[in-house]
Each structure stands twice: as C-alpha cells, then as structure tokens.
C-alpha cells in the first residue's frame, strides 16, 4: 500500500557507520546493503535525522573491558543486562564514521550515542537505563514531526529500540524492512518482530512511500 510523504514525517536513519558493515567490527550481515536503499529514500523526504554510535574507548559494553568475558555474552550491569560487544564505532575512528556512499547532505541532525562510558545506548531516544535522553524528543517536537519512519543498523538492537521508544513518547512510527538489517544474537531478530507485532510498529517497504 503506498503511503505519501508530508512535511510532518520524519526519516531516522540509524547507525550506517563502517563498523556495522561488512569489514568492521561489528559487522551486521548485508550491512552496506541498506546504503542505496536508504539515499534513494532521504531524497524523498523533506525531514531525516541520523544516528551515531559513538564510543570512549575501554566503554563498559565493550567485552574487552571484563576479562574473561567473549563478545555475545550478556552480563548484568547497574540498568540490566548488558549484551558484550567487540570493540566498535571509537570515538574518532574510521569505524565510527559515516559510510562514505551514506549520501544525504540534507540531514538536519546527528544523535551521538552511547559516548557515557558506563552505560549503553541503543535508542535514538534514551540510553540503556530508559531515563536518560538524547533530546531527540524534544527536537521533532519543536519541529512539528509526528510520524517516524526508521531505517538502518542493527534491525534487532538500535532500530527496535528506537522504534519503541519512539511509539512509547507517542509518535507515529514505522520500520523501513528492506533497508534495515539485523544481527540476531541469541533469536533477537524474531523478538524483535514480536515486540513490533506488540506494540503496534508497522514495517513496511521503501517502495511503498511516495
């Protein structure tokens, strides 16, 4: 069914950088697959937001910070469980840019996240600790934006978190499913799914919005 864009719609383009893409550190399979997908998208709308997972060193998400522990492993930490990454997306690093054929120069804002070091972020709303917000509420409601449609890096992490969140301050909100990609760790990508089945988040396909 295809859904016309307004000046009240927003796209959030999550997390295109080249550590989750194929050859990083934390690869998401097909990764760079979103890249073409998502700039044919962003010419379509008038309003896009991006996200960037951004990293001090030595972060408390990362495994390496807990000897012992393996990437993929999940501990428990002050705000709950906490997933073990390999060391990605470093503050100033190659890893932590933008993909270079990420083409969409009219993008208004770029959400920082996950540069506290005891504490993880996902959403582009809050950090781990669902308290603790990156003002992205704030921004599209001074601006007007009521519907949010979410694209990019990981489908089952940053984008389902996001995507919630957004649902949960009252926004309209659908996932782009073909230009997103997933990790699953441990069937993530299947509670992901339910989750949006829960919550009433819709996916649809980028060739549907006009």
């Not at 379509?44 to 990362?62: E, I, M, N, Y």
């Not at 506290?116 to 934006?145: C, K, M, Q, W």
């Not at 909100?173 to 009433?200: H, N, P, W």
Request: charged letters at 20%; proline letters at 4%.
């Amino acid at each position: 069914m295809n859904q016309a864009i307004g000046d009240s719609d927003v796209l959030v383009v999550v997390d295109v950088q080249n550590d989750f893409c194929p050859g990083g550190n934390l690869a998401v399979p097909g990764g760079d697959e979103v890249v073409p997908v998502i700039n044919a998208l962003a010419r379509r709308f008038r309003h896009v937001v991006l996200t960037q997972d951004w990293h001090p060193a030595g972060h408390q998400s990362f495994a390496s910070s807990h000897t012992g522990r393996r990437p993929y492993e999940t501990i428990k930490v002050a705000y709950g469980p906490q997933v073990l990454w390999p060391d990605h997306c470093i503050q100033g690093t190659r890893g932590a840019a933008f993909r270079d054929d990420l083409d969409i120069p009219h993008a208004a804002l770029v959400i920082r996240k996950g540069f506290r070091r005891e504490i993880d972020s996902y959403s582009a709303f809050f950090e781990n600790d669902h308290v603790t917000p990156t003002g992205l509420g704030g921004y599209l409601r001074e601006r007007g934006l009521q519907r949010l449609f979410v694209a990019g890096l990981a489908l089952d992490f940053c984008v389902r978190y996001s995507a919630e969140d957004a649902k949960r301050q009252g926004f309209d909100v659908a996932v782009i499913d073909d230009a997103c990609r997933g990790i699953d760790v441990g069937g993530s990508v299947a509670a992901t799914r339910k989750s949006f089945a829960s919550l009433a988040v819709t996916g649809v396909q980028s060739g549907d919005l006009r």
